[in-house]
């Protein structure tokens, strides 16, 4: 190796146990009843069992694998939504998670007020949000709607502003749920490029899709997960190959 | 980590300090003279108190910054750095909770003028002249009044922040963000309707005075730090319900019915007096334990006996705010990894 990579990432040995209650209901008096009688069972089910990886600077890892294979749930652990329950996680950067765009939109409010309230959530500060206002606007093409209550939108303008929010930083760590193509055939385009621009700048990238042409197209490294296993990790292409067999 | 401009946080520290000094001197002035601690003449220890207090504040912030210089662990370094992290989040985060609040109303925050004062007539002709419940209560308008919106502020918080985790679940499932955040922004919103509903308490106490002989004091400067334990208080209740409305949803119905029997359990349209006279001493030593009892007391004393509250009462509604502060705080910091698995 010519040049030292920079650990931007660190997964080690992460588990994650989730206990399935029997029909839980969320309801103190069958709670309590239950525990009562002895009848508060668990079936414990592991989403994901000692998974290691690590990501460098300039990586784009693809996760692979299929429906129930632990993706989100890894995902969801790196961007510190869910805390392992064995193993840990080391960060050496900000991460700007995509999982599902528009969470915090709030239908009340209109798109001006949603551009900085998302944009807190997602963790942007506020002379970033004044200073990429007019980009967002522009790239999200709501300029005589911005004034409008977020509920009189459509969805096609509801995710077109979602994206232009999600998308206005350059995240060192960017962790992407499918590729997020949303709108008119003209915004999809757009979004794609942006997308692509954002990938390919020097930002570390966590993409999970199941298009594996996207992956191949996109990602130098794939680890694949297999029930709740990292069941090969390495070249783009030497993992794709493998899974497709 | 982002370094924080603790020269910033210093100047701002400092200005706090000297405004709550400044209004506590000047609103308990007669208190501080007229009070003795241990025998001690008060007026002679409180100078004393004031540069103690100024000079730990000082200390405080010189460790703080040589914890930020040397990197070195700080509890109330982090939390600095936390709440300048995230401050504009939560900026945002009360400003759509109280723009939601009335955004589709004519009157919009008018409002929270509006509610006390309509509540307060209500309650004065049914309880006061249908049923004749005043008792021996001199101005007994603004003892309801006071009692009113007190209470009112309390429930709302509560109730607004029980529901803080379960209904930002869109959002905790999704974004990592300390989950802390959700209950204290609805406190804080809620708080910005509490001191609205202060206005209108004043507003009609000064014409009330005209009429009557009660006029505000610059005791009245003291109503701050009422609300602000008050506050302290709804905050420590926040985590303890909201926490637990994640793993109960029944939670929500239960408390519905604990705060009504909380509200009849406080004297707010009723007084202690009215227990004495009926010879029920013991329920009279019972309200000591009622913590909205004292909170109501506070504004009460403040307003209607134009006086500073005796300092065991400041004594008594700072144990009662912390205890359940810290409690609701180290129950919440327990269970909150726990939320994303039952949202």
Known sequence: ?245 | MTNIDLKRVGKVACLIYLTAVVLFTVGAWDRIFSASLFGVRFAWIYPGAVVLISLLLYFYLKHLRHAQEKGTKSAGLFFLQTMHRYRFLIEQLVQRDFKIKYKRSVLGAFWSFLNPLLMMIVQYVVFSHLLGIRGNVEHYAIYLLCGIVMWNGFNDCSTQSMRSITSNAALITKVYVPKYIYPVTKVLSASINIVLSMIPLLLVTAIYGLFNGLYLSKAVLLLPFGLLLMLIFCVGMGFFLSSLMVFFHDIEFLWGFVSTLWMYATPIIYSLSMFEEKGATWLVKVEQFNPLYHYIQFIRTIILERQSPAFSEYGICLAFSLGLFLLGFFMFRKVQDKFILYL
């Open chain 1, 1 to 245: 190796m010519a040049e030292e990579k920079q650990l931007m990432l660190s997964i080690q040995d992460v588990s994650m146990r989730f206990r399935k209650e029997e029909d839980h209901s969320g309801s103190l008096k069958e709670t309590v009843i239950s525990a009562f009688s002895g009848k508060l069972k668990f079936t414990e089910f592991y989403a994901l069992t000692h998974v290691s990886f690590d990501v460098y600077k300039g990586d784009v890892l693809g996760i692979i694998g299929r429906n129930g294979a632990g993706k989100s749930t890894i995902l969801k652990i790196i961007s510190g939504i869910m805390k392992p329950t064995e193993g840990k996680v080391d960060r050496y950067g900000n991460i700007v998670p995509m999982l599902e765009l528009g969470s915090g939109f709030d239908m009340d409010l209109s798109g001006q007020e949603n551009v900085f309230l998302n944009g807190a959530i997602l963790g942007y500060d506020k002379e970033f949000l004044h200073s990429k206002y007019d980009e967002i606007l522009e790239f999200s093409e709501l300029h005589d709607f911005i004034n409008m209550p977020l509920r009189n939108y459509s969805s096609g303008m509801i995710m077109r502003l979602a994206f232009s929010i999600a998308t206005v930083v350059k995240p060192e760590i960017l962790i992407v749920d499918e590729i997020l193509a949303v709108g008119d055939e003209n915004f999809q385009r757009k979004s794609r490029a942006r997308m692509m621009e954002l990938m390919s700048g020097g930002t570390t990238v966590l993409f999970v899709s199941h298009d594996l042409n996207q992956i191949r197209e996109m990602c130098n490294r794939v680890v694949w997960l297999d029930g709740g296993t990292v069941r090969l990790q390495g070249p783009c292409k030497e993992v794709c190959d493998a899974y497709r067999l």
